[in-house]
Every structure is written in structure tokens, then in C-alpha cells.
T-cell receptor
């Protein structure tokens, strides 16, 4: 069964460093999303992406964040200058479109020290 | 802004008992999703509810949607230990690419 994959599974970085989190959505899906979940808390929407552009973003998704689909398969989230409070699990999700559910990847645990 | 509220946030049950988790939301939406999350794991889709009065059942779990009341319920029948997890409801405001907004989650523990 097709699934969303994410790499790395765990990333440790120092404050102020740039990180890139990678996702490979399900191949026939058209809509892509990033969410984050601070440990023990709820899942928070960051950004949605369709047709090679951002379609919606939350107030969390400020100028230090960017997304890209560089090669038609990967979908990346870049954090330019990480802060301690960026430590969280980051989930990528994709869906076909319309009312279908989003399928989530296994997540990348980001630890900023 | 779309708000999604779940209750209870924590639920400890004995095996064999029944209970209901509630999900209220603030917008007019007929798209509601239930996900399960095990500790340290990703989110697994349980139910997709797409119309008023929709009811879906899978094993000991049954989900329903009342769009007029802006309420969904997740009913657990004769709980077993394997159901221990965190359950999230999420609401989609419609359209093709709208994001989902999640409730805070209900952490369910089923004790023998």
C-alpha cells in the first residue's frame, strides 16, 4: 500500500542552524501539507501546497519557514534559523483532493539544542 | 477562526466498558475525520464523515456526525487494552485543498 515517507526520522540541530525536512508524498496525490506537534500537544497546521505554490499557511508559518517541491516527488520544509521552540515532531501529509482524508507520514522529530 | 474542541482530554476506562468522546467545532462543515495516534507514532486515519447523519463503524469504534449541532462522537463499545491511544478529531472547512484543524486529542487508557 502506498505511504507517505519522511526523512530523517530524527534531526538534532543547534539553535540558529538551518534544517531541511524531507517528505515523499503518495504518488498520485495532489495536495501536500506540513503539520507540527509539540510533545504531548495537539497537531498544528503549518502550510498547504498545491500546484507548486502555497495555498494556505498558518500564523506559525512565518518568514523562517519555506516549502518547496523541487523535483516532482520530494516535498521539503526548510527552517532557516532554528529556535528552541521549533523542537517538535513534524508531519507531512498528502491527499488526492476533495473530501478524501489526508495520509500522514511517520514524522521527523526535530530537536533544537 | 475554526476551533475544534474535544472532551474529555483524558479518559481512563476499564476493559469491557463503553464510553463516548465528543468533538465540537465552530464552523459549518460536513467534513470530519477521526485519527488515532499511538505514542511516538504517526496519525492513522480511522473514519471519514462527510455528511450530516453519517455513521461509520469499525470493530469496537463507531463515529457519527451531526452537522447541525456541529458535533461528532466517537463511541467505544466494550473497550479492550489495544484501544489505548490518543484519538484526534479534525475538521476540514471544505474545498479541495483546505487544511484540517485538529482537536486537542483524547488520551484513552484502557485498564484490565
Amino acid at each position: 500500500e502506498p505511504e507517505v515517507t519522511q526523512t530523517p526520522s530524527h534531526q538534532v540541530t543547534q539553535m540558529g542552524q538551518e534544517v531541511i525536512l524531507r517528505c515523499v508524498p503518495i504518488s498520485n496525490h495532489l495536495y501536500f501539507y506540513w503539520y507540527r506537534q509539540i510533545l504531548g500537544q495537539k497537531v498544528e497546521f503549518l502550510v498547504s501546497f498545491y500546484n507548486n505554490e502555497i495555498s494556505e499557511k498558518s500564523e506559525i508559518f512565518d518568514d523562517q519557514f519555506s516549502v518547496e517541491r523541487p523535483d516532482g516527488s520530494n516535498f521539503t520544509l526548510k527552517i532557516r534559523s532554528t529556535k528552541l521552540e521549533d523542537s517538535a515532531m513534524y508531519f507531512c501529509a498528502s491527499k488526492r483532493g476533495g473530501p478524501y482524508e489526508q495520509y500522514f507520514g511517520p514524522g521527523t522529530r526535530l530537536t533544537v539544542t | 477562526e475554526l476551533k475544534v474542541e474535544q472532551n474529555p482530554l483524558f479518559l481512563s476506562m476499564q476493559e469491557g466498558k463503553n464510553y463516548t468522546i465528543y468533538c465540537n467545532y465552530s464552523t459549518t462543515s460536513d467534513r470530519l475525520y477521526w485519527y488515532r495516534q499511538d505514542p511516538g507514532k504517526s496519525l492513522e486515519s480511522l473514519f471519514v464523515l462527510l455528511s450530516n447523519g453519517a455513521v461509520k463503524q469499525e470493530g469496537r469504534l463507531m463515529a457519527s456526525l451531526d452537522t447541525k449541532a456541529r458535533l461528532s462522537t466517537l463511541h467505544i463499545t466494550a473497550a479492550v487494552h489495544d484501544l489505548s491511544a490518543t484519538y484526534f478529531c479534525a475538521v476540514d472547512e471544505g474545498g479541495n485543498n483546505n487544511d484540517m484543524r485538529f482537536g486537542a486529542g483524547t488520551r484513552l487508557t484502557v485498564k484490565p
